[in-house]
């Protein structure tokens, strides 16, 4: 398997914990997503992608402290890896080596 | 103070059950925060709704917690099932026979009863608003009478309902026995039907295929065939606004219809629009619209969607209420009946078409499902007999390391599989037997067809799982508790008889069930033999009983009477002892004592000819049509009741009593005899005469052709009558027919006794084979020792014949008591139950067990000991 593999929603998600910073969690994330792209996604399918990245290495997790929000129940915080960081560099390098080539008028819809 | 809503709480500890412990505490955390904000957003109900999906969509790989056992090729260990299943199953041919044959045959009658209950259910279910469709009852309580609940009801009850009380959709009222001749051009064909009014064809499901449902029952003289009606009578189902004629009235077709459905409690060929009898009957009767009239008239009505039963019946009481004030000396009330309700459901006075009882099905289902367990119990009984040879395998399964669950799985799963081995046979049988049910009565015919569908197929399957469930979980937690190392150990540790109580019970169980089954049916078939040739007090030795059909008696009798086999010939007006009657309201000196009579009208030839014997007076003589009739013959018992001639016959003559309004003096007094079925206890008779009482006519047949004296009687019917069938019926002929549906239990019984035994055969063979094999031993030992052939099958059989006694012991008197002081209290005239009849059934099962267990200990006894010792 290519280490840099990396699918669409991946990355997606994997750019959204680097927006939120400090408060990248669960919800947070969903509803940024839901807020910027108008895509909704299911809490459980946000958590199985935050379990592959971390599979991964993309991202590392540690456990915040108690709110009384949620029944006092602690969040679960991710923060983007150097693995994380390079390999999304490396796929916005990718796309621009590639948007670079494409001839002006190609795209005119 | 606003509540803070809850997520619904079931569901989470599902989650905590199968996810992973390290990731509970995020997930739960996530899902309770979007909860708040689903319920800002949509509200709590959703919320809750999406809340549970969203749980639920966590049920996946990465949140599971793995699964403990680490192995991972069930595949291969179910296939080990498999091979042992067979291996053994192949190994004991004859327990495996025993045991499918046993479950095939047991289960083919579940097969059936699940068809036949099937069927049932499906009555009326083509009605599209069939779950607010309700029939109105009668209950009828006169103050010197018994309460009646009537499946009719009056049609002013019908008007009042529709007219003041609300929350009713819609409301139809019908009125039966419309019939006749129907007249097309020369052609006429006799028709049978129903009065129905505009509303019918809204209520019931009925599709027409031709005329307007709104209209087509609403004008006099309306007539709405169905194809079939049609058919008969045009040849043609294209008739709209052709005109039928019934005697002197033009009627109009303006509506084809589909035929019923077999399923349909109404099954009719036409329907006349309920205004024609609203127009006629007032002439020909006229109570008709009165609040007593309930016999003839049904009410159904379509009950709004937010009405509730309670206040309908509430309303119909205030009815009933105001009506009963207006009558004297009489009470009737009305009561709501559901549609699915009627045709399965409790008994009810004048019904409109066949039911069938719901205690008839409970009885059915009932001895189906003890059939079916006694199978069950063989299977039981053989395999923990039998587990000496199945107990190492489980121990060595233990030491691999099979956790009990699993040999509890493994087992169960055998039986299973032999159910549905069994199944296959069972179905096969049951495609031949449903022939023979169907068969067995016309009724049954009539009423079931017993078709396959897919969604009886998978009920059937069903059944055989359970079966197997039911067989094999016995076996399998008893084989799941054995414990290793006591049977590595040696088998001579393992206690080869024990649960020998439970096996001998579930014997004694068996046998009991057969021998009430078996006596039963011999008990039902004496009384059926009783009442068949029962004396009914007058002679109906070749008596051919022809039903005029609206004819004049005149003619016929002109005509039969030429025939030299027609010795006598008489008329009546209704045939007694057949369960049909006519009721009169007789009173004597006291004017306000009336009470209810039956009815005869005859002519002169009836009672010597039937060898009714007089106790005083005598007949009647013969007297021209137009004479004043005021002569009455009565039985003793109605002497009695009104204490007429101070209980003298001889007295009696002479009285004046007034029958039906009508002054009438009595000339005769007959000896008792059985106007009703001997079914029930003999009451007042009162017999009219007239020279022409036209319903029936009585021929005294002697000849030694038969066939050609009934073909020459067609041949005079035909001459005379052209349009109808003769209908001439020898009176024990009719007699065995009034006792048919005894007869049909008793097939239906006797099957299922005769099941019942064949399976607890089985199963004793089954033991003995067993016993025998594992005692061979012990016997070759004794014989050696000395002891005589008789002496080992007196040792070996012993244990068994006292099961079976102890089993007759129970069901003996069980099955006397049960119908001695229950069943046969229903009958007033039934014969006292024989010692024969409870030795009959107890002496044939003994036969056939003593055969099978002798034939077996005796084979056993006669071994040569050499053989069987040969290796010690």
């Known amino acids: 398997m290519r280490k840099t593999y990396i699918g669409e929603l991946e990355e997606v998600i994997l750019l959204t914990v680097a927006i939120l910073q400090e408060e990248a969690y669960g919800v947070a994330i969903g509803l940024h997503m839901e807020q910027q792209l108008n895509r909704k996604l299911s809490i459980s399918a946000i958590h199985a992608t935050l379990h592959r990245l971390s599979k991964k290495g993309y991202v590392s997790s540690s456990m915040g402290g108690a709110t009384a929000e949620r029944g006092g129940r602690r969040k679960r915080y991710f923060k983007v890896t150097t693995a994380g960081c390079r390999v999304l560099n490396e796929i916005q390098d990718a796309r621009n080596l590639l948007w670079s080539q494409v001839p002006s008028n190609a795209l005119t819809t | 103070m606003k509540e803070v809503p809850h997520p619904p709480k079931w569901i989470n500890p599902l989650l905590e059950r199968v996810c992973k412990p390290e990731l509970l505490e995020e997930i739960e955390g996530d899902l309770l925060e979007y909860y708040y904000l689903w319920v800002e957003r949509y509200g709590t109900a959703k919320a809750n709704r999406l809340y549970v999906i969203h749980t639920l969509k966590f049920l996946r790989p990465f949140a599971l917690k793995k699964s403990r056992s680490k192995t991972t090729n069930h595949f291969a260990m179910f296939r080990n099932y498999l091979k042992t299943a067979y291996r053994s199953m192949a190994r004991n041919r004859l327990f495996t026979t025993i045991n499918v044959m046993g479950l095939a045959v047991s289960m083919s009658v579940g097969l059936m009863m699940i068809a036949f209950v099937w069927d049932l259910r499906s009555y009326d279910n083509f009605h599209e608003n069939k779950d607010r469709i309700y029939r109105v009852n009668t209950i009828n309580h006169p103050d010197n009478g018994p309460i009646m609940t009537l499946a009719s009801s009056s049609a ?6 529709r007219e003041s009380i609300s929350g009713i959709d819609d409301l139809t009222i019908i009125r039966r026995n419309f019939g006749g001749d129907a007249q097309i051009g020369e052609k006429k064909v006799p028709l049978q039907g129903l009065w129905a009014d505009h509303s019918f064809l809204k209520v019931f499901t009925f599709p027409l295929l031709q005329g307007d449902p709104a209209t087509a029952l609403k004008e006099p003289y309306s007539l709405v065939l169905t194809e079939k009606g049609a058919e008969r009578l045009f040849g043609e189902t294209d008739v709209l606004g052709e005109t039928v004629r019934f005697d002197t009235l033009d009627y109009m077709v303006t509506g084809i219809m589909k035929d019923t459905p077999k399923f349909s409690h109404l099954q009719f060929e036409a329907l006349v629009s309920f205004s024609t009898f609203e127009l006629q009957g007032s002439e020909s009767d006229h109570d008709f619209f009165g609040w007593k009239s309930f016999y003839n008239n049904y009410t ?107 040999v509890i799985g493994q087992f169960v799963a055998e039986s299973v599989l032999i159910s549905l081995f069994a199944f296959v046979f069972s179905f096969l049988l049951f495609l031949t037997l449903r022939e023979q049910f169907v068969s067995i009565h016309p009724f049954i015919a009539h009423l079931v067809s017993l078709e396959l569908s897919g969604t009886l197929i998978i009920y059937f399957v069903t059944l055989a799982v359970l079966i197997g469930l039911m067989a094999g979980i016995f076996p399998a937690l008893f084989f799941s508790r054995i414990k290793a190392l006591q049977v590595l150990k040696g088998v001579s540790s393992l206690r080869l008889f024990q649960r020998i109580n439970m096996r001998k019970s579930l014997i004694v169980i068996q046998y009991t069930f057969s021998l009430i089954f078996i006596t039963s049916t011999v008990i039902v078939y004496a009384q059926y033999k009783n009442f068949v040739s029962f004396d009914l007090g007058f002679s109906t030795e070749n008596i051919l009983n022809i039903k005029l059909q609206g004819n004049k008696a005149e003619l016929l009798i002109k005509e039969l009477s030429a025939l030299p086999a027609v010795s006598k010939i008489s008329q009546s007006q209704l045939i007694s002892s057949l369960g049909v009657g006519n009721s009169a309201q007789l009173k004597y000196r006291d004017p306000n004592d009336s009470s209810s009579v039956w009815k005869n009208v005859v002519d002169e030839h009836y009672l010597p000819m039937h060898g009714h014997k007089f106790l005083a007076g005598k007949n009647f003589t013969h007297k021209s049509e137009h004479t004043q009739q005021d002569e009455v013959i009565v039985n003793e018992q109605l002497i009695k009741q009104f204490g007429i001639g101070s209980l003298d016959p001889d007295h009696a003559i002479g009285e004046i009593v007034t029958l039906n309004g009508k002054k009438v003096t009595i000339i005769g007094v007959l000896k008792d005899f059985h106007y009703q079925t001997p079914q029930h206890a003999i009451t007042p008779v009162a017999i009219l005469n007239s020279a022409n009482p036209g319903r029936y006519l009585n021929l005294k047949i002697s000849t030694n052709d038969l066939p050609a004296t009934l073909s020459s009687i067609e041949h005079i019917w035909k001459q005379i009558d052209d349009v109808h069938l003769l209908d001439a019926q020898f009176y024990d002929d009719q007699l065995a027919y009034t006792f048919s549906w005894l007869l049909m239990i008793i097939k239906v019984i006797g099957f299922i006794a005769f099941l019942a035994v064949c399976i607890s055969s089985l199963g004793l063979f089954g033991m003995v084979v067993f016993t025998t094999e594992t005692k061979l031993k012990e016997i070759s030992i004794r014989k050696v020792l000395g002891a005589g052939e008789r002496n080992l099958v007196y040792l070996l059989s012993k244990s068994y014949v006292t099961l079976l006694f102890v089993s007759a012991l129970i069901a003996l008197p069980v099955t006397y008591f049960f119908f001695d002081k229950i069943i046969l209290t229903y009958f007033a005239y039934h014969q006292s139950i024989h010692l024969v009849e409870l030795l009959a059934g107890l002496l044939g099962v003994l036969v056939i067990a003593l055969i099978m267990i002798g034939s077996q200990t005796f084979s056993a006894a006669r071994s040569n000991p050499a053989q069987t010792l040969r290796d010690e």
């Open chain 2, 156 to 161: 002013k009850a019908g008007y009042k309902i």
């Open chain 2, 300 to 406: 159904y009505l379509l009950l709004s969607e937010n009405m509730t039963l309670q206040t309908l019946q509430a309303n119909l009481d205030r009815l009933s209420e105001v009506e009963n004030a207006a009558i004297e000396n009489q009470e009737i009330n009305l009561s709501i009946q559901p549609l699915h309700q009627i045709f399965v459901g409790h008994s009810l006075v004048n019904e409109i078409g066949p039911r069938i009882s719901i205690v008839a099905i409970w009885v059915l289902i009932g001895l189906t499902v003890i059939v079916i367990l006694s199978a069950c119990f063989n299977y039981t009984n053989l395999s923990i007999a039998r587990s000496m040879r199945r107990s190492r395998e489980v121990g060595i399964r233990k030491v691999i390391g099979a956790q009990r669950r699993q």
